[in-house]
């Protein structure tokens, strides 16, 4: 029996409204990606190549995950989810095989994105001497996909990783994870709208302030951001159940409390 889940096509509900801030990404991404999959005859008239997969890079929270799926959704285009570590620690030639899957499937679902996760957990660079062999078939299986052994019509490898520095240079060679694009952590404005974003399914103070808010969270992922706001909450009902909505203040409280994941020492690294 196979260790790995099957592959499901799905249709993500999530829409460009629902991530705060991300400008460049989204329309990066709607060029890179939305652009050859429904108008290829316009690259193909004006004769030049649409990248065949995008490299997300960043710290982890800061919605690398979700802007691929708002364009999935947004484009009407498949979304095949793939977590590197889930392709690893098989029997021998399995891993092989479910890379043959997913893209076989992700052809017959065309047009598609092929999501993969945590990339680096098979890419990690061979020429460093830190690459496990067992790990090499499973590049080898990915780059011939991507190089198109059979046509890659219709079919754009989104690949993620929060650690870009150990990931395989062979799979950012041109043609492969052509386009690489950095999202970082918010800023000032993208933190209000992502505030927005969540207390506007809340019940929230009426005097609430969204940009001294946004002002505390200096430096914090969206991902933080969303779970400050769920604290806010949480912290309101433990001291008094019957609250009929979140204060400002517990908020203000939830927001000083964040441990930062993201660091300057993280940060310098991408
Ligand atoms: P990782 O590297 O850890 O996989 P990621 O960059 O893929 O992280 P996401 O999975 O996209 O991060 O984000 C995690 C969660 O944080 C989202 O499900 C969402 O709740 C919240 N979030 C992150 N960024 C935003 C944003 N810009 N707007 C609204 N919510 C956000």
Excluded at 20 to 33: D, F, R, T
Excluded at 77 to 85: E, W
Excluded at 127 to 150: A, C, K, W
Excluded at 243 to 262: G, S, T
């Amino acid at each position: 029996p196979s260790a790995m889940r099957e592959v499901f096509i799905e249709t993500p509900q999530v829409r460009w409204s629902d991530i705060g801030g991300q400008q460049y990404v989204k329309q990066k991404l709607k060029e890179c990606i939305e652009w050859p999959l429904l108008h290829p005859e316009a690259f193909e008239r004006l004769g030049v190549k649409p990248p065949k997969g995008v490299l997300l890079y960043g710290p982890p929270g800061c919605s690398k995950t979700l802007t691929a799926k708002a364009l999935a959704t947004e484009s009407g285009i498949n979304f095949i989810a793939v977590k590197g570590p889930e392709l690893l620690n098989k029997f021998v030639g399995e891993s092989e095989r479910a890379i043959r899957e997913i893209f076989r499937k992700a052809r017959a679902a065309s047009p598609s994105i092929i999501f993969f996760d945590e990339i680096d957990a098979l890419g990690t660079s061979r020429s460093e001497g830190r690459g496990n062999s067992s790990h090499e078939g499973v590049i080898t299986t990915l780059l011939n996909e991507m190089d198109g052994v059979q046509e890659l019509v219709g079919v754009t490898v989104v690949a993620a990783t929060n650690r870009p520095d150990v990931i395989d240079t062979a799979l950012m060679r041109p043609g492969r994870l052509d386009r690489i694009l950095y999202v970082g952590p918010p800023e000032y404005q993208g933190r209000v709208d992502i505030l927005k974003i969540r207390t506007s399914k809340m019940a929230v103070d009426p005097n609430i302030d969204l940009e001294e808010l946004a002002s505390l969270t200096d430096g914090c992922s969206g991902a933080e951001i969303s779970a400050l706001c769920q604290d806010a909450a949480l912290w309101t009902m433990h001291d008094n159940m019957d609250a009929p909505y979140v204060p400002h203040a517990a908020f203000v409280a939830a927001a000083k409390a964040v441990r930062r994941q993201i660091t300057p020492e993280t940060i310098r690294r991408f």
